[in-house]
């Protein structure tokens, strides 16, 4: 591609360059995002109206569109009392009857043009079905001689997306015009495409506003999305290059000294999809470049003694490892966990939260060893030191050093921003990075949004797991579902009991909160004993409840969503939510997610009076299935990508023509073409 500043393209012109674009409705078109003749040129149609329906003017029906061709054989302004409204009239004629079409609040224009003698199409609809047939603010166009093209009637004609003070009209005006004069600007792009299998992308472009037949808008935004998902692929793959070409990976593929007596002291055995992803980390932390790589797997599908198994290759290599958690609670999890299976195998195991700092000096930083081995050389020594530091954010914090090190290793990976998983790498040089994440990503989105990294994927939960059944219910149903809970409690099991919100908001009322709610929980399960969880509670007070939910001297956690990621209690198997309706799809998964991770049988009971259709929708999904990747694709067609992707990471994927929720042929199309022009 040409570099646009030595040779711009006549398109990157500001859309004043078009005919009847002057200050004002550069203004207005500057609201739609249209600001250079492109913009204007790839202004998508948000639908089109097929205006080729030809009538008699005797032939109209009441409530049906048409265009009819007619002769104006009078017109003229009708003021009325007062003189503050005024309506402009005239009457065609067609040789089978007259038609009269008229105009709240006429213009000045109109008299010099609706004059006596000249011909229009004319589309509109019949008021009603009396006399005269009239049509109110119906859609002209002047009959020229020698000229049967036209632009607002007797065609398939678009309607723009519009703002107010530009008609769909003025829009679709501009958009011709600028198509007669700059269509043959409109290149094939560098990369080029199979034009036996799509159009040109110059006629793509006519053909989504001004299409032949509906089919043709199919064909042209397939082609103009596959413009962008090349483009989108490209970037990702130019990147992906460049960081190869920096940067150097460091020997992290262990000898499994500590991986062996771990494995043996783990009390089970490593599934084989576990078996498998870990072969391909293994691989990457022997490669040549750093490890980029995204490990999904279904909440549940033991994604941590991955980690685990990961630290101990990049221990083992006398390098240390940081671990990164989107929660506090979830950071202490993984250091209790870690503590016991790491401090017998002599890895020392710190903690570094907002709250709290483990460690004899308490210092920020790690200790140094012998210095910045980059050659890792196995002395033991070197491996007695190497440590683990397990942290929330407070990882990313300017103060905090982590030397000599390996791995950094990002847990719940889509509650952090790539900016954060940056900082965090480059804390180090070029470690190998792990990213972990329960939400299963659509394929769409995969090759996309993480199409910089190279994705594993745990696709079996580990055996002998109860099932989860799911039940939708209304709050008149509440009584018996405390019961329920109750007899579940008193056969030694536990529940979670989620609330939307810490405190009850005087806007909404209905909504119900944790701190109204935990009285009435204590009551309805007593004698057992509830505990009370959200963000607004001390850590060390957090840390206590969970201690003692653990520890079953608490059968029953009220909390906030809070407890969504990562928190790990096999013998809770009752998951309540209230209000469910509050709560997106994926954190409905996340949430059910904290059930059904032991042998018995668990029950997830989602309560709503919702009567909205998608909240039903969502529902009713979370009823029919358990499959995360089912559910994440369902939550990308019932909410769109922005919601999904969070974060900043949805700006960066403004795409006008490509849709994340349907076109993963298309970007599998394109992914391969930016591969073969990059080769
Ligand atoms: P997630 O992938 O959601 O992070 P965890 O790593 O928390 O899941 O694992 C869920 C539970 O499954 C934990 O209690 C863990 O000890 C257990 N687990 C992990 N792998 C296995 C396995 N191969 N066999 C049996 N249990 C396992
Ligand atoms: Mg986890």
């Known amino acids: 591609m040409s570099s646009p500043e030595t040779n711009p393209s006549p398109l990157a012109a500001p859309v004043s360059s078009v005919w009847g674009v002057g200050e004002e409705r550069a203004k207005l078109l500057a609201r739609l995002d249209i600001f250079t003749v492109e913009d204007l040129l790839l202004h998508k149609p948000r639908r089109y109206e097929d205006r080729r329906k030809f009538l ?48 709240w609040q006429a213009q000045s224009w109109m008299p010099d043009w609706y004059t006596v003698g000249r011909e229009f199409l ?39 997306p519009l703002t107010e003070g530009l008609t769909a009209r003025v829009v679709r005006s501009l958009i011709w015009r600028a198509l007669e004069r700059f269509e043959g600007e409109i290149k094939e792009p560098a990369i080029a495409l199979d034009l036996k299998l799509h159009p040109t992308r110059a006629n793509a472009v006519r053909m989504i506003h001004f299409p032949a037949e509906l089919t043709d808008v199919v064909i042209a935004r397939q082609r103009l999305a596959l413009d962008e998902f090349v483009v989108l692929q490209t970037q990702i793959q130019a990147r992906r290059k460049k960081f190869e070409a920096q940067s150097k990976a460091l020997p992290c593929s262990g000898d499994n000294r500590l991986m062996k007596p771990f494995l043996a002291q783990l009390g089970f055995k490593l599934t084989e999809a576990q078996t498998k992803v870990l072969r391909e980390i293994r691989a990457d ?141 480059r804390k180090g040089n070029y470690p190998h990075l792990l990213v972990m994440t329960a939400t ?14 190279d994705v594993s994927v ?69 004698p057992f004993k509830a505990g009370l969880l959200h963000g607004q509670i001390k850590p060390a007070d957090k840390e206590a409840v969970m201690a003692d939910f653990r520890a079953n001297k608490i059968q029953a956690l009220v909390a906030t969503s809070l407890i969504e ?23 409905l998964h996340q949430l059910r997610g904290r059930i059904g991770r032991g042998a018995h049988e668990s029950f997830c009971i989602l ?14 999904i979370m009823e029919e299935t358990n499959d995360g990747f089912k ?49």
């Open 285 to 425: 932390m022997g490669g040549a470049h750093p490890m980029r790589r995204l490990l999904q797997g279904d909440v549940g599908s033991g994604k941590t003694a991955v980690a685990a198994c990961s630290a101990l290759m990049a221990l083992e290599g006398g390098f240390n490892v940081a671990l990164m958690a989107p929660t506090e609670i979830l950071a202490e999890q993984h250091f209790r966990n870690f503590s016991k299976w790491f401090e017998p195998l002599g890895v020392k195991v710190e903690m570094q939260t907002g709250s709290r700092k483990s460690g004899e000096d308490g210092g920020w930083r790690m200790e140094d060893g012998e210095g910045n081995d980059r050659a890792g050389k196995h002395s033991t020594s070197n491996i007695q030191r190497s440590t683990l530091t397990i942290g929330t954010h407070a990882l990313l914090t300017g103060g905090f050093e982590l030397a000599r090190l390996g791995l950094v290793i990002i847990d719940e990976q889509h509650k952090f921003g790539v900016t954060q998983r940056e900082t965090l790498v």
């Open 458 to 526: 745990i696709d079996e939960l580990p055996g002998g797991r109860g099932a989860i059944k799911t039940f939708v219910r209304t709050t008149a149903k509440l009584p018996k579902v405390f019961d329920f809970i109750r007899e579940k409690i008193a056969g030694g099991r536990q529940a979670y009991i989620v609330y939307p919100r810490v405190e009850v908001a005087d806007t909404d009322k209905d909504i119900k909160a944790v701190n109204k709610e935990f009285p009435n929980v204590q009551k309805a399960l007593g």
């Open 631 to 679: 559910i994440a694709e369902a939550d990308l067609k019932l909410r769109g990508p922005g919601e999904l992707l969070g974060q900043e990471q949805s700006g960066a994927m403004k795409l006008r023509f490509g849709d994340l929720t349907e076109d993963l042929n298309l970007i599998r199309q394109a992914r391969d073409l930016a591969a073969g022009a990059l080769k």
């Open 440 to 453: 299963p990503i659509p394929r769409t989105l995969g090759l996309t949004l993480y199409g910089d990294l």
């Open 56 to 103: 008699a003017i005797r032939d109209l029906k009441v409530k049906e569109a048409a265009t009819v061709r007619g002769t104006i054989v009078a017109a003229g302004i009708k003021r009325f009392k007062k003189g503050t409204r005024s309506m402009f009239e005239c009457v065609f004629e067609d040789g089978t009857a007259r038609l009269h079409c008229r105009w």
């Open 122 to 160: 004319i589309y509109g609809k019949l008021d009603d079905d009396k006399k005269p047939r009239t049509f109110t603010h119906p859609e002209t166009e002047l009959v020229e001689p020698g000229d049967d093209e036209f632009i607002h009637v007797n065609r398939i004609v678009p309607v723009h």
């Open 565 to 587: 990621v990562g928190v790990d209690v096999p013998n809770a198997t009752v998951m309540l939510i209230e209000n469910a309706e509050h709560f997106g799809l994926a954190q």
């Open 607 to 620: 309560i709503s009076d919702a009567l909205h259709p998608e909240a039903l929708a969502r529902l009713k």
